[in-house]
T-cell receptor, first 112, second 115 residues
């Protein structure tokens, strides 16, 4: 089955700096890669997703890149703000399936 | 839309007791997932349903766990008997899956503590 690895497990940045979280996957059949943000006491919420026919996608301060050849994808947050502090999860889902395989999460702290 | 609704938000019970967690998916969604989240193991998929039918329950830890989806708007996850190692946050999520992926929408979870 699919194996998703996520790094780093914790990340601290100064407010205004950029944050980058990286994930790798093992199954070349995976073609959908969502990113979730989980705040304390809440469930994970989708913040951005990318499909395998696209190399990059942006939404304001958030961007995701995908390298299918290397089987890795990354989340980029620019101009970080304290409210970006949360746990972020990457996930991969294979073509034709409805299963989602999650990374182990990155705890991001933005220092004011 | 109210989103995925889970109840209760918190459950504290003694070892050996039966626990029932409840989930109401987003109206119109046809897939429902139960996840367990712990510090040690992260987010684990327990079981998922498509059109109320269980598709993959290979993540259910053991026979003490069971899940049902009697209709499109309700699902339960039952643990009987409960054990301290079942303590975790249990999430329900739903999606509308057809031919192309759609994202999961999570509820806010049930924090289960078994003493």
């Amino acid at each position: 089955g699919e194996n998703v690895e996520q790094h780093p497990s914790t990340l601290s940045v100064q407010e205004g700096d950029s944050a980058v979280i990286k994930c790798t996957y093992s199954d070349s059949a995976s073609n959908y890669f969502p990113w979730y943000k989980q705040e304390l006491g809440k469930g994970p919420q989708l913040i951005i997703d990318i499909r395998s026919n696209v190399g990059e996608k942006k939404d304001q301060r958030i961007a995701v890149t995908l390298n299918k050849t290397a089987k890795h994808f990354s989340l980029h947050i620019t101009e970080t703000q304290p409210e970006d502090s949360a746990v972020y999860f990457c996930a991969a889902s294979p073509l034709g399936g409805n299963q989602f395989y999650f990374g182990t999460g990155t705890s991001l702290t933005v220092i004011p | 839309d109210a989103g995925v609704i889970q109840s209760p938000r918190h459950e504290v019970t003694e070892m050996g007791q039966e626990v029932t967690l409840r989930c109401k998916p987003i109206s119109g969604h046809n897939s429902l997932f139960w996840y367990r989240q712990t510090m040690m193991r992260g987010l684990e998929l327990l079981i998922y349903f498509n059109n109320n039918v269980p598709i993959d329950d290979s993540g259910m830890p053991e026979d003490r766990f069971s899940a049902k989806m009697p209709n499109a708007s309700f699902s339960t996850l039952k643990i009987q008997p409960s054990e301290p190692r079942d303590s975790a946050v249990y999430f329900c999520a739903s999606s509308f899956y057809l031919a192309e992926h759609s994202p999961l929408h999570f509820g806010n979870g049930t924090r289960l503590t078994v003493t």
